[in-house]
């Protein structure tokens, strides 16, 4: 299985067709006319962040509406009715040990993180769905380490993706106007984070605090900024990369997709 990064930015976009929504829907197409359809999806989602570790174990996992109420009420009627599985989520667990795994049967489910992804990659919602929580007492290295361990599943049909954003400030956004100019901070860290990646500079993407002020602005907290590093992790460096769709929104929200697509 390839290996996916989705800039997933506003939950509007779930909403939305548009050139973003309908790159999602040809990488999904990509994934199942060049390799298979996946027998699953594992995603790690910039919104599960937890002490400790936890995988989604429910038959059933629900759509999670995470988000203010001043966004559209049709956003919220949204569902995304996916089935879990608590098999893949011990599997998760498994391939994570020693590290001790909390198998959520109740709490968690989809987050928009996930659900507003997928349900333009894959509407049909007919893919078992396991979410893999961030835990927030870890270093950049720590979840890149972590999802290394996840390799082994690429080879048992199960994609995985990462659901976050490159560049992620909401405070300095440009609400009313999404194709503005991106901030010189925000495309110089984005520029950067691509080029490392297609490098395969592994440590400058780990390490990107070392870009000073445009790593602040751009990551003014980590957790948007994680599920790259698991992304990273799952892929091999061998494996060619495609950054698309790439382009910023609203000045400081990068909607950046990476597709790790090895050779089939």
């Not at 999670?64 to 608590?86: E, K, T």
């Not at 391939?95 to 109740?106: G, H, T």
């Not at 990273?232 to 382009?247: I, S, T």
Request: aromatic share 10%.
């Amino acid at each position: 299985m390839p290996v996916i990064f989705f800039g997933h930015g506003s939950p509007v976009i779930a909403l939305q067709d548009n050139a973003t929504t309908r790159l999602w829907r040809r990488m999904a197409l990509r994934v199942e006319q060049d390799y298979r359809r996946p027998r699953a999806i594992v995603a790690v989602s910039g919104h599960w962040l937890t002490r400790g570790v936890g995988v989604t174990a429910m038959a059933r996992p629900r759509t999670i509406h995470d988000f203010g109420s001043s966004l559209p009420r049709p956003l919220f009627d949204i569902q995304y009715p996916a089935p879990g599985s608590p098999t893949l989520a011990r599997e998760v667990a498994a391939l994570l040990a020693p590290e001790p795994v909390v198998l959520d049967e109740s709490q968690w489910g989809l987050d928009h993180g996930t659900w507003s992804v997928l349900c333009k990659a894959w509407p049909d919602a007919e893919i078992p769905v396991v979410q893999l929580s961030l835990d927030i007492r870890r270093s950049p290295f720590d979840h890149y380490e972590l999802a290394r361990k996840l390799k082994p599943l690429r080879d048992e049909d199960v994609l995985i993706i990462g659901t976050g954003n490159i560049v992620h400030n909401l405070p300095r956004m440009n609400w009313g106007a999404q194709d503005c100019e991106p901030y010189s901070w925000a495309k110089a860290f984005d520029d950067h984070i691509v080029q490392a990646i297609a490098a395969a500079d592994v440590q400058a993407v780990i390490e990107y605090e070392a870009l000073g002020e445009a790593a602040k602005l751009a990551v003014p907290s980590p957790d948007h900024y994680w599920p790259v590093l698991y992304a990273l992790g799952a892929a091999d460096r061998d494996d060619p990369v495609v950054f698309e769709p790439r382009h910023i929104e609203h000045g400081s929200l990068s909607m950046t997709s990476i597709g790790w697509w090895p050779t089939p």
